[in-house]
């Protein structure tokens, strides 16, 4: 009796171990097949990115029948048909809405900027200018909405856009000439470090050569 009980718990314990190998055959397949199955990453991507594009496309579409007359209307409301006006806000929001974004969207270079607070960053900067884009999208629009924007421009906005324009280009001027100046000042500021620790290196040779 004894004897068949071994025999029975040899044969459970072979069982056992023939059924694991199955088992793990069986595991690995079925991952293979939800591998296969499942969608990879670069389709998701892709997904997301058409998604991104379709959304877009249409929110330009909403903008570019709308924004551009109500950013007319806008300026109209500020210049009220004066020349010097016109001349004055259309200088400011060029200037200032040009040379603060870009001021801003040159610090993505920063070091302790990681690449999430750069996409911030830029994206700030793109919504800062947003005035220029408004003035820009009456200009070189094709919709109904940026005639009619042109129109009340023209009328009671005399060179605004003009003045938009020219007050762009100093202001990225001006931009770029500090940022210029910045990396000059960078420059020198560890060209001096360098000599410093030149002299002081020359002085402590100096000092052990003479004890």
């Known amino acids: 009796m004894a004897h068949d009980d071994e025999l029975a718990s040899r044969d459970d314990g072979s069982a056992a171990h023939r059924s694991r190998p199955e088992d793990d ?10 591998s296969t199955i499942a969608p990879g990453r670069w389709v998701r991507r892709a997904v997301l990115v058409l998604v991104v594009l379709i959304a877009g496309y249409f929110a330009l579409k909403i903008s ?6 109500w950013w007319a209307q806008r300026v109209a409301d500020q210049v009220q ?3 010097v006006a016109g001349t004055t806000w259309g200088l400011f929001y060029g200037f200032v809405f040009t040379a603060l974004p870009l001021l801003l969207l040159f610090q993505i270079r920063r070091r302790f900027f ?3 607070w750069r996409g ?4 700030v900067a793109v919504v800062l200018a947003a005035p220029n884009w408004l003035t820009l999208a009456v200009v070189v629009g094709n919709s109904k ?3 009619a924007g042109e129109r009340i421009m023209d009328v009671d906005a005399p060179n605004f856009r003009v003045a938009t324009l020219i007050g762009a280009v100093v202001g990225a001027l001006l931009a770029i000439a500090i940022r210029g100046a910045g990396m ?3 420059q020198r500021r560890h060209q001096v470090e360098r000599l410093k620790g030149e002299r002081d290196e020359l002085r402590s040779r100096r000092s052990s050569e003479d004890g």
């Not at 055959?25 to 939800?34: G, H, L, N, P, W």
């Not at 570019?64 to 007359?69: C, D, E, G, I, L």
């Not at 911030?120 to 994206?123: K, P």
């Open 25 to 34: 055959a069986t595991d690995y397949r079925d991952e293979d097949v939800r």
């Open 64 to 69: 570019a029948a709308f924004f551009p007359r």
């Open 184 to 186: 000059r000042m960078k």
């Open 120 to 123: 911030v960053v830029a994206v």
């Open 145 to 147: 909405a940026a005639h």
């Open 81 to 83: 048909g004066g020349f």
């Open 114 to 116: 990681s690449w999430t």
